[in-house]
T-cell receptor, first 111, second 114 residues
């Protein structure tokens, strides 16, 4: 099945730094979702985006739905140790109930 | 809060055994999904159900079957478990709408087949 191009694959940062990751596709999506997965747990929904150009925040997290509808990015500001985990993007095409996922960005935060 | 629960967090089975993984959601969602997650391969859809007794194959249905007798419950069945089915299995659910149908995931079942 199709997968989204998510980058970077991994990031090693110092506590307090800002983080940016993105997802791109050759196809248009109607919905972009960002999830976080802690080790051994299921993904937890962080942010949902429904309109091209939409910018949405959830605490220190900010995500944007690209204007072309083919990409999205997630920013984390002032990272803390509990931000450690794998971040996934997911997109939903019009008329589909299924999601297409990126392979994830593994974030490590050094205290 | 949406709650998706899975019957076991960890499961160890032997090759050839029949394995049942159960998923229950409490949000009256129409859609339910089963994924497996493997390092380097990401999340892959096994089966999807959009209504009671309805099912649709995902990307990797071989070796699996599903059952949805009640709206809140979706079962994944490994008819004869094999070692290559050792994986993390994730269940998810969502509303069936044209708009706001985010998928919510359960905690996962780590299955080991010996």
């Amino acid at each position: 099945g199709q997968q989204l191009n998510q980058s970077p694959q991994s990031m090693f940062i110092q506590e307090g730094e800002d983080v940016s990751m993105n997802c791109t596709s050759s196809s248009i999506f109607n919905t972009w979702l960002w999830y976080k997965q802690d080790p051994g747990e299921g993904p937890v929904l962080l942010i949902a985006l429904y309109k091209a150009g939409e910018l949405t925040s959830n605490g220190r997290l900010t995500a944007q739905f690209g204007i072309t509808r083919k990409d999205s990015f997630l920013n984390i500001s002032a990272s803390i140790p509990s931000d450690v985990g794998i971040y996934f993007c997911a997109g939903r095409k019009g008329g589909s109930e299924k999601l297409v996922f990126g392979k994830g960005t593994k974030l490590t935060v050094n205290p | 809060d949406v709650k998706v629960t899975q019957s076991s967090r960890y499961l160890v089975k032997r090759t050839g055994e029949k394995v049942f993984l159960e998923c229950v959601q409490d949000m009256d969602h129409e859609n339910m999904f089963w994924y497996r997650q493997d390092p380097g391969l990401g999340l892959r859809l096994i089966y999807f159900s959009y209504d009671v007794k309805m099912k649709e194959k995902g990307d990797i249905p071989e070796g699996y079957s599903v059952s949805r007798e009640k709206k809140e419950r979706f079962s994944l069945i490994l008819e004869s478990a094999s070692t290559n089915q050792t994986s993390m299995y994730l269940c998810a659910s969502s509303f069936r709408t044209s708009g706001y149908n985010e998928q919510f995931f359960g905690p996962g079942t780590r299955l080991t087949v010996l």
